[in-house]
């Protein structure tokens, strides 16, 4: 602002990292005039005794009717942190969802920026003696001298007012006192720690004047003096750690040198993301089939800023991603490159950066807290053009965004469940697109139908890749008659005879193999042989999942585990019998069956961490593993070369699943993982194990027919009234006592059925009526018509809130959830 408001009195519009509505106004103080801009975060009070780090939504001179307006504390940037775009994206975002702004920015937000405050003082400035104070302000500061911190209810104590706010404000404003010093958080620079000659002693080049020095008996350490003056000539600094192990030296030396002021010890930040090498780039070069889609889609985005590419697996569609990636890049654009989960980015970030280098950057659940603010500040201060990111990278800071990919665009890992803002982030990157008018490519082998039919209708530009890039075939797919085998007695558990034939040949011939089963655990069912008990979650109705190594009974929803019961506590029997298979059962009786593979398990429990995932795919990427077994994580887009068979142990599971989406998922599921078989040399092999061999799903999965499935479903879903024809919003209703959920479900639906009608189904119990304590009640409501959405939502969250400020129903929850997956 320049001084130019220097005497005008702001009021700053904060939003703050809550389930709350709206923003908030503070005042600000003259002397933070210059400094407030939208985008900063400020730190203020919130309550009597809470201190925030919020958001500047925009800056104004009317002051709030209703309320005095309280002083923002501290401006804590110094540029912003978020650009305009984002702020009226979170806005689009909190009205489109049904949430508070508050929720999208705590979901936005790196976790190291949200700092919560548990209020606490600490002393800044212990010279006050000449001040001015008062005996309140006299009395905290010599306290906060004895004993180092105080809350403010302490401070309120020792003050003897009702509330100590203007002090504090007062003493923070005169520079005395931090509040912020204890705020849960924060962002902190990754340093390490450097070793240097001492400024002092640099002038004793040579090694017979350091010997005086150092003294003739102290070999070792003359040997970390010579060799630091070799290594580091124009006395920058080396790494301690790295100086340390790569001459085999033990720290003993290096302390007695700095003790004795010959060595100085320094931090110097670093950056946590690893660089890579960048004089050995790698061209990319396409086919003609690719050039020729290539051009179809730059042609198709002169008139539409959203194109689908359908390519079947291991069509090379990442080569074209690159091109156009490069095109962007020479624009001065910048590019966000999205992927359902982490699963698919430790393959993929070597591959873009043999292309593109340090432009590149990586964010992904698995980073802690510094790593993932770092990247937002490179994004932000334009470090790197290029950011692989799931569905957290629509909110990072772009100032130039040009392409956005959505790879695998189908999988349900772009929808955030749980908690608020549950987003999709394919839909919602097509809004951040526009606002920054640039464009999105959305690629997959098996589209869902919302993208097929926006494509179809020529809502978005469309090409298609037909063939493997390496010229191989699709794989053959065997269906295995489960139902047969067990007739037959052929089959060794779940394991048919024609896998376990396969497994071997492909062993014999130098080549790899993937099970998959999308259950974790060891067995999913325990069952009384006499009374029919199983183990319940005691939170969640649900059975309990065994896990053989831990020896525990696991819940999958609420985590809740117990030991495995010796008897049945209903009726006293002994014969609890195990039902089902769970990956680490199918890794228990391969082994017994097959003792001479290697074998790993690739699933949430064994891949926990970002060493034991990358562990476990560079193992198998290696061939030091035969046969990985894994849930749904290995269907998206991993790309081993000396893969030939997968083995699909159950399509029934998926086929069979109570979801109207079920046959679509369940395509798409056998296709993705069988994508992974014969992508380089040979033609590969699938296996289907099912009991309805002759299912029109599998049927459409062994012929490739994405066309058959598609037109089957569109039927289906045009007949019912489901997507991709209707928008659905489902509102579920959640207390711990069964009779108020039922209760206020009731009411919820005499408030909403005038409006709805037949649009609203339910309520009803759904599929596992309790999860985490809290019985549920659920409704579906459809829309029709687009004009008809907005009003709608409009109404439904109206009647909500009615519901929730009823003093009857003030603790239930109520969970909207607009597009659900």
């Known amino acids: 602002m320049s001084g130019l408001f220097n005497d005008v009195t702001l009021y700053a519009e904060v939003l703050l990292p809550l389930s709350v509505q709206g923003t908030f106004t503070y005042r600000v103080p003259l002397e933070l005039n210059d400094e407030v801009l939208a985008g900063k975060r400020v730190m203020v009070q919130f309550g009597r005794k809470k201190v925030y780090s919020g958001l500047i939504q925009s800056i104004h001179e009317q002051p709030p009717k209703d309320y005095q307006a309280k002083y923002i504390l501290a401006v804590l940037d110094d540029t912003p942190l978020v650009p305009a775009q984002q702020l009226r994206f979170w806005e689009w975002m909190s009205t489109y969802y049904l949430c508070t702004i508050g929720e999208v920015m705590s979901a936005a937000l790196p976790s190291a920026f949200k700092m919560e405050s548990q209020s606490k003082l600490v002393l800044r400035n212990a010279h006050y003696e000449d001040l001015v104070l008062d005996q309140a302000e006299k009395s905290i500061l010599m306290q906060l001298e004895r004993v180092g911190e105080l809350t403010i209810d302490q401070a309120d104590k020792l003050s003897g007012k009702k509330s100590t706010y203007k002090i504090i404000q007062s003493l923070y404003a005169r520079g005395l006192i931090w509040i912020n010093e204890e705020l849960q958080g924060g962002y902190t620079p990754k340093s390490k720690t450097c070793i240097v000659i001492h400024p002092d002693h640099r002038d004793h080049a040579d090694p017979d004047q350091l010997y005086q020095l150092i003294g003739n008996r102290a070999v070792v350490q003359l040997t970390v003096a010579r060799l630091l003056l070799e290594l580091d000539p124009l006395f920058q600094g080396v790494d301690r750690a790295n100086f340390l192990s790569t001459n085999n030296l033990g720290p003993g030396a290096v302390k007695a040198l700095v003790e004795k002021g010959i060595l100085l010890e320094f931090s110097r930040d670093v950056d946590r993301i690893a660089a890579v090498d960048e004089s050995d780039l790698l061209e990319n070069n396409l086919t003609s089939e690719q050039l020729h889609v290539l051009n179809a889609l730059k042609a198709s985005f002169e008139e539409k800023s959203i194109a689908l590419l359908q390519g079947v697996t291991a069509s090379g569609k990442t080569h074209i991603y690159i091109r156009l990636i490069e095109e962007t890049l020479a624009r001065g654009e910048q590019v966000l490159y999205l992927l359902p989960e982490i699963s698919l980015t430790t393959q993929l970030i070597q591959r873009l950066q043999a292309y593109f280098g340090n432009r590149i950057q990586v964010t992904h659940s698995r980073f802690n807290p510094n790593e993932r603010a770092e990247v ?26 040009g392409l956005i990919i959505i790879d695998e665009e189908h999988e349900v890992s772009f929808k955030q469940h749980e908690p608020n ?36 209708s020529g809502k978005f530009g469309y090409s298609r890749l037909d063939n493997r890039f390496s010229g191989v075939m699709p794989p053959v797919y065997h269906v295995v008659d489960m139902r047969e085998e067990r007739r037959l007695g052929t089959n060794r558990g779940i394991f048919s005879k024609q896998l376990i034939d396969a497994l071997i040949e492909t062993r014999d011939g130098g080549q790899q193999s993937i099970l998959f089963l999308n259950r974790k655990g060891y067995v999913p069912t325990t069952e009384c042989a006499e009374c029919s008990w199983t183990p319940k979650c005691i939170r969640c109705d649900i059975s309990l999942t065994y896990y053989r190594r831990d020896n525990c009974l696991r819940c999958h929803f609420c985590g809740y585990q117990t030991d495995p019961y010796p008897s049945c506590p209903s009726c006293g029997g002994k014969d609890l019998r195990m039902s089902g298979y769970g990956t680490e059962r199918i890794e228990t009786e391969l082994q017994n069956i097959l003792p001479e593979l290697r074998i790993q398990r690739f699933d949430q429990v064994t891949a926990r961490t970002r060493r034991a995932y990358e562990n476990i795919i560079g193992d198998f990427e290696a061939g030091k593993t035969d046969v990985l077994i894994g849930t749904q994580m290995l269907t998206k887009g991993l790309d081993f070369r000396n893969v030939l068979l997968v083995g699909i142990l159950d399509a029934d599971h998926a086929l069979n699943f109570p979801d109207f989406r079920a046959y679509e998922r369940s395509f798409q599921l056998m296709v993705q993982v069988g994508g992974r078989a014969g992508r380089r040399d040979r033609q590969g092999m699938v296996y289907i194990q099912t009991n309805h061999p002759k299912h029109k799903v599998i049927s459409n999965v062994v012929d490739y027919d994405y066309d058959a499935m598609v037109q089957s479903e569109l039927e289906e879903r045009r007949k019912f009234h489901y997507p991709p024809y209707t928008r659905l919003v489902r509102i579920t209703v959640k207390h711990k006592d069964h009779q108020i959920t039922e ?79």
């Open 421 to 456: 803002p549950r987003y999709h982030a394919r839909d919602a990157a097509i809004v951040l697109a526009g606002m920054y008018k640039a464009r999105v490519l959305l690629g997959s082998a098996t589209p869902s139908l919302e993208t097929y039919q926006n494509a179809n």
């Open 376 to 401: 937002w500040y490179k994004i932000l201060d334009r470090e790197c053009d290029i950011l692989l990111a799931p569905r957290s990278g629509i909110f990072m800071p772009f100032s130039n965004l």
């Open 743 to 821: 209760r206020a479900a009731d009411y919820l639906n005499f408030l909403l059925r005038p409006s709805f009608g037949d649009q609203l189904l339910g309520p009803e119990e759904p599929f596992i009526t309790r999860i985490r304590g809290l019985y549920q009640r659920q409704f579906l409501l459809k829309m029709e018509t687009v004009k008809d959405r907005k009003s709608m939502k409009a109404i439904l969250a109206d009647k909500v809130q009615v519901v929730r400020k009823s003093k009857e129903y003030a603790k239930v929850r109520f969970v909207i959830d607009v597009d659900p997956m």
